[in-house]
């Protein structure tokens, strides 16, 4: 079921029940970005704006769901601001954990020469969690060993055969021999996806790449996913294909006006496509 509502963010929140969503994934506007289509927010007020908004977030998720935020800093008066890093920690105060961040490593970022910095290639993904112990299905996004198994597994030295205990006392250690008969590996907290070129007329549309891997890290066909920042539905066009139910809120009517009217096609489509299969004979 795909739920879509058109208002303030803070305020559609209010009427989703408690503990009601197993994962949140969304790209608010970034300080000052997105005049145009959300107003803009000043960088010195965007933590004050945004608490509101994660203080109804965190009564809506479930104990057992996560957060993903989508942001980064932008640049003032030379200098990175520091309103995601005072975000994080407003955040932890107001009953959140802080459990990870993931890299989106932007592989056809734009060119271009400033004269004290390069280009942006990467954005953060922070993960945030209401406890410890949450649902997280690992074995949903495993990858492809690659060369790194043909190359390092190829000849084991006898430290690759036995534990290799860490030399500063860590406690942490590997034993290589473990993968060696393994095809897929666990991924690494750094995601590598081009961003969306053909951005359905929003300002900051993301590949649905992005939402499907968090999707299918932290739920399950039937869980609800949630966007309180939908723009152009990116996220529920993937939870809805991932066979997961989905909720978007959007403050402008004409995004909530296209993305009900493209769901609404692809439900069509698919019951063509449902019709038609009844007629082959295998």
Request: hydrophobic share 40%.
């Given at each position: 079921?795909?739920t879509?509502l058109?208002?303030?963010?803070a305020?559609?929140?209010?009427?989703?029940?408690d503990?009601?969503v197993?994962?949140?994934?969304?790209?608010?506007?970034?300080?000052?970005?997105?005049?145009?289509?959300?107003g803009g927010?000043?960088?010195?007020?965007?933590?004050?704006?945004?608490?509101?908004?994660s203080?109804?977030?965190?009564?809506v998720l479930?104990?057992?769901g996560?957060?993903?935020?989508?942001?980064?800093?932008?640049?003032?008066?030379?200098?990175?601001?520091?309103?995601?890093l005072e975000?994080?920690?407003?955040?932890?105060?107001?009953?959140?954990?802080w459990?990870?961040e993931?890299?989106?490593?932007k592989?056809?970022?734009?060119?271009?020469?400033?004269?004290n910095?390069?280009?942006?290639?990467?954005?953060?993904?922070?993960?945030?969690?209401?406890q410890?112990?949450?649902?997280?299905?690992?074995?949903?996004?495993?990858?492809e060993?690659?060369?790194?198994?043909?190359?390092?597994?190829?000849n084991?030295?006898k430290?690759?055969?036995?534990r290799?205990e860490?030399?500063?006392?860590?406690?942490?250690?590997?034993?290589?021999?473990?993968?060696?008969?393994?095809?897929k590996?666990?991924p690494?907290?750094?995601?590598?996806?081009?961003t969306?070129?053909?951005?359905?007329?929003?300002?900051?549309?993301?590949?649905e790449?992005?939402?499907?891997?968090?999707?299918?890290?932290?739920t399950?066909?039937g869980?609800?996913?949630?966007?309180?920042?939908m723009?152009?539905a990116?996220?529920l066009?993937?939870?809805?294909r991932?066979?997961?139910?989905a909720?978007?809120?959007d403050?402008?009517?004409?995004y909530i006006r296209?993305?009900?009217?493209?769901?609404?096609?692809?439900e069509?489509?698919?019951?063509?496509?449902?019709?038609?299969k009844?007629?082959?004979v295998?």
């Open positions: 079921m795909i879509l058109h208002g303030d963010s305020a559609e929140l209010k009427g989703l029940a503990n009601s197993d994962l949140i994934v969304t790209s608010p506007p970034y300080a000052d970005q997105r005049k145009q289509t959300y927010v000043a960088p010195d007020e965007y933590v004050a704006w945004f608490l509101p908004i203080a109804e977030l965190l009564r479930k104990p057992s996560t957060f993903i935020l989508n942001i980064k800093e932008r640049v003032v008066d030379g200098e990175r601001h520091t309103y995601v975000l994080i920690l407003a955040m932890r105060q107001q009953g959140w954990l459990t990870e993931f890299m989106w490593h592989k056809n970022s734009y060119p271009g020469k400033w004269p910095r390069f280009r942006d290639s990467w954005e953060r993904l922070l993960q945030f969690n209401k410890r112990k949450f649902k997280m299905l690992q074995e949903a996004v495993m990858v060993m690659g060369d790194w198994a043909k190359s390092r597994l190829r084991l030295s430290t690759d055969q036995e290799d860490s030399r500063v006392g860590s406690g942490f250690g590997k034993k290589i021999a473990n993968w060696l008969e393994r095809d590996a666990y690494t907290n750094v995601l590598h996806m081009a969306e070129c053909s951005n359905r007329d929003h300002s900051a549309a993301f590949p790449a992005l939402p499907e891997w968090f999707i299918k890290l932290f399950e066909p869980d609800t996913v949630l966007d309180p920042f723009g152009s990116t996220t066009r993937v939870a809805k991932l066979q997961r139910s909720i978007g809120i403050i402008h009517e004409d296209r993305a009900h009217d493209e769901l609404l096609e692809s069509r489509q698919l019951a063509l496509l449902q019709e038609r009844k007629y082959v295998s």
